[in-house]
């Protein structure tokens, strides 16, 4: 394992905060009724908003561990990925 230094430690710390932010702005945006849609595309999985902006991947699975994002339901197969997560307005 590499030794890391303080230059690599920060790289990797502005990631994860990037990240957290954009987590942040899409389960804002969420919360406002937009759905994070997922589907399965030649190169893997794909995520966008309803209102069409694309999401990476990193950043959906950070919004759909959220305490505040529910499943649709909607997964074509038993034990599988759902296709649409929604802001729970319920707490």
Known sequence: M????????????????????????????MRQGAALHCSFENKGLAWWLSDGARVPGEVARLVV???????V????FKNTVA????????K
Do not use: E
């Open 2 to 29: 590499p030794v890391q230094t303080v230059a690599s430690l920060r790289r990797v710390r502005r990631q994860i905060d990037r990240r957290r932010r954009s987590a942040d702005r899409i389960i804002a945006a």
């Open 73 to 76: 339901g909607d997964s074509l």
């Open 65 to 71: 561990i959220s305490a505040d994002i529910t499943s």
């Open 83 to 90: 296709q649409t997560y929604r802001f729970n307005r319920s």
